[in-house]
């Protein structure tokens, strides 16, 4: 609220991560409570101000209240970001695979969805190598987000692209 009383912002953006936290494993479904909780509480704090969050791709997969992680956080927020970190667009492990889910989501609740894309450094193992575009030329990395956008551009939902950092990119 002190932030958004400054004027400097038009909304609020979170990357709340609640798998990466020990209690996901041991009690999920109370993490996920807590994490909508969470959302419901930022929405009525930011006070209109829009509210926008980062999601995984595969939330799609949870199920929670009769729906799917994915749809739920859409419903309490005017914009996601989907993390489909992939360094190639097509294939049943590519970018537009992985996000197809939350745009056809998107679609169906009204939400704008962007596609997140990965420019660090993540390390050498081959499935952090596969996730980000670190060491590729800004070329390849162009060509592959093209695939990417001309598959959505369709979609009322595709909102853009979303790349994780200016450094990276």
């Known amino acids: 609220q002190p932030a958004l009383a400054t004027g400097l912002f038009t909304g609020v953006h979170v990357d709340i991560e609640p798998y990466t936290t020990p209690a996901?494993?041991?009690?999920?479904k109370a993490v996920i409570t807590?994490?909508?909780?969470t959302l419901d509480r930022l929405r009525t704090a930011a006070a209109g101000?829009?509210?926008?969050?980062?999601?995984?791709?595969?939330?799609?997969?949870i199920a929670v209240n009769g729906s799917t992680l994915d749809r739920e956080i859409m419903r309490r927020t005017e914009a996601v970001a989907v993390m489909a970190y992939r360094n190639h667009a097509d294939g049943p492990d590519?970018?537009?695979?992985?996000?197809?889910n939350e745009i056809r989501a998107g679609a169906y609740l009204g939400v704008p969805v962007r596609i997140g894309q990965e420019a660090n450094f993540l390390g050498t193992d081959p499935t952090e190598v596969k996730q980000t575009f670190h060491g590729m030329t800004l070329a390849q990395m162009d060509s592959q987000l093209a695939l990417v956008r001309d598959a959505f551009a369709a979609s009322p939902a595709f909102a853009g692209l979303a790349i994780h950092d200016s450094l990276g990119y």
Request: hydrophobic share 50%; glycine share 4%; charged share 25%.
């Open 94 to 100: 590519g970018t537009v695979a992985l996000s197809a």
């Open 49 to 61: 101000t829009p509210i926008e969050a980062d999601i995984p791709f595969w939330f799609d997969e």
């Open 34 to 37: 807590r994490y909508l909780a």
């Open 24 to 28: 996901w494993a041991k009690n999920r």
